[in-house]
Every structure is written in C-alpha cells, then in structure tokens.
C-alpha cells in the first residue's frame, strides 16, 4: 500500500463506524462464542479479540499489521473494539494459520444461517452465482502455474490471475449459504454438475427449489442435470436457445423407475418440468441482479479484490470472513438494493 494512511479514528454518528460497531456487538454474543467452540477455534475470547482487529482491517480495506498497530497506538479504538490489552502482531498471523479453512467456514455458516432449517422445509428461490478473486501478483510476469492453486482467468472487466468463488444466496433473505472457491480457468457450466452434488450432500438444496443462474452456466445438458437433482435449474439462455429443442431432450430420470410409487414420482417431475419452462419466459436477469450487488459489497466493502494470498487455504479462509461480513450486514437490515449499491461504494 503506498501513500499516507490515515489514522484509524472511531466517528460518532458516522454511519460506517455505526455499522462496524453493530457486528462488534455481534462477535460478543453467546451464539458467536457457543459457535467457535463447536467449530474447535479456541481458546474463544482470543478469537473474539483477533477477529475484531482482522474485521477492522478488512472494513477500511488496510494491511492487518496497520490495523494492529493502531489498536494498540489508540486507547479509543481498543474502547470501541472492546479490547483491553494491546495486540500482538504475531499472535494475530499465528492464529490466522492455526486453524483450517473449514472451521472457519462452518464458523461463518453456522451464525449466518441458525435459522435456516426452520426457512428451508418448503421449497424456494435461490441464487447462484460467482465472481473472480483476483490476486496480487505481477501479470506480465511470466510463471509456471502448473502446481499453483492460482490460474489465468477471465470475467467481464477482462483477464485476470488468481482464483474464482462460486456462492450460493437466499432470494428472500439475501444470506449466503455457500461458497467454494475453485481454479479460475474452470468454466461455470463444467462445474455445475460438482457444484449441485455439494449442495445436495450439504442439504442445502431441497426438492422443488428454484435456482437462478446467470449465461455463464449456460447449456442444454445442465437443464437435466438440474432437473435430475429435483431443482428447478432458471439458467438465463442465450440467444440461440429454442425451448422445442430442450422439451425434447428432457426425460424423466431412470432412478425413479426404483421408487414405490412410479406415477407419484412421475408427477413431481413433471411440476418441476412445468415451473422450469414457465421460468425460463420470466425475466430472469432483472430477478438475480441482485446477488451481483451482494458480491460487490463483499469485494469492494469487505477487502475481497487483489489478495496478498498466494495459497487455496488463506484464500479460502479471507472469503469465509468477508462472506461473514456481507451476511451480517444483511442481517442488520441492509436488503435494500440501493441501500447495498451505497455500502459497496463507501
């Protein structure tokens, strides 16, 4: 980073300090303790601790070793983190390293959707997208990635080098459910089929529930694919598409001649065949443009743009956080489309 930093100082009444000071409040309560001890990241009131300073370092979108050093420089910074004792750098990188990916993952899931079992026994819409995760490396240097995590990439603002993150959200909440973080040369409609068979193992997708997808998945075989998975698959299509062609390749699938009820199953494939072509003429993309105002206020708002990690797991474990941020901003009320337009440009 170069330049003059300004100095970290909390403003009453300034709306971004109010926000950061609500998700402070957040990290305090006993659901996020009971949370990291389930998920084995202790000892939980250093995690606590710790996780405020990397929050504050991906709010205001500076290097962790800045935030640390003026937490401990500020007596009123400490006081509106609520931390008494003054932080030690290499405490905060050592617990950043001890633990896995996925305990911080099932960390962030596991506040962000304590309810979600009770939202999830009927079907609903859900969005699916993905976005890069650009890193920060020198492109015009030439390197063999044949055994980095990292790859050459493409999105529409044009080429780019590190890694992509596929993220599942709630239509009618706007919480995330899911990410996975995958190489960048991997195109949408060939992990679509890997994608699916997570969120099946993971329970999060249920019979009957509606998925938005933007072209990037597009193609005739992931409409089976979706409907063999007992989702309704709304893939926006391309120009190309006739809908006689696809009402001739769909069938039902073989394993529900194994079923006791043959003609029950039958007609639930159907219902899921009736709402997918009755979608597929609705205007799919004004429906989903809001998960495209979701990750950019966890890209621009929350540190998620030109990485200083170079590994799947750091990677891995700074989406989990921004993730964690986005979902509890949403929590606090922000749904609004302009409202999340406003926060990602702050």
């Known amino acids: 980073m170069i330049g003059v930093r300004l100095p970290i100082v909390p403003i009453k009444g300034d709306e971004k300090w109010e926000l950061l000071s609500k998700i402070v409040d957040m990290l305090e309560t006993r659901e996020t303790k009971k949370a990291l001890a389930r998920n084995g990241i202790t000892p939980v009131n250093k995690a606590i601790k710790i996780l405020k300073v990397v929050i504050l370092a991906m709010f205001f979108e500076l290097e962790i070793s800045y935030a640390v050093s003026e937490v401990n420089k500020r007596l009123d910074l400490r006081n509106f983190l609520k931390i008494e004792e003054e932080v030690k750098l290499r405490s905060v990188y050592s617990f950043m390293a001890e ?3 996925d305990q911080f993952i099932n960390f962030v899931f596991s506040i962000l959707n304590s309810n979600s079992k009770k939202r999830r026994n009927n079907p609903t819409t859900l969005i699916l997208d993905w976005t890069d995760i650009s890193l920060d490396l020198n492109p015009f240097r030439k390197r063999d990635l044949k055994d980095k995590p990292y790859k050459w990439g493409y999105s529409t603002k044009g080429f780019f080098l590190g ?26 409609s060939r992990i679509y089929p890997l994608i699916l068979e997570m969120l099946k193992r993971k329970r999060l997708i249920r019979f009957g529930d509606s998925i938005l997808m933007d072209r990037g998945f597009y193609a005739y075989k992931n409409y089976l694919i979706g ?9 926006i299509p391309r120009k190309n598409f006739r809908l006689e062609k696809l009402e001739g390749m769909i069938s039902y ?4 001649f194994n079923s006791k009820n043959i003609e029950k199953e039958k007609r639930r494939y159907r219902k899921l065949v009736k709402k997918l072509f009755e979608g597929l003429k609705m205007n799919l993309k004004k429906l989903r ?27 891995r474990k700074r989406c989990s956080l921004s993730v ?11 749904r609004e489309k302009k409202l999340i337009q406003r926060l990602s440009e702050w």
Do not use: W
């Open 289 to 315: 443009s809001i998960i495209e105002d979701v990750i950019k206020l966890g890209k621009e708002a929350f540190s998620l743009k030109r990485l200083q990690c170079y590994a799947l797991e750091p990677v």
């Open 324 to 334: 964690l941020l986005t979902g509890m901003t949403i929590k606090l009320g922000f």
């Open 99 to 101: 633990f896995e990916a």
């Open 163 to 188: 890694m992509k993150m596929m993220i599942l959200i709630d239509y009618s909440t706007l919480t995330p459910l899911f990410f996975h973080v995958y190489p960048a040369n991997v195109h949408e």
């Open 253 to 256: 699938p073989l394993f529900i």
């Open 227 to 235: 409907i063999r998975y007992g989702i309704v698959p709304l893939i």
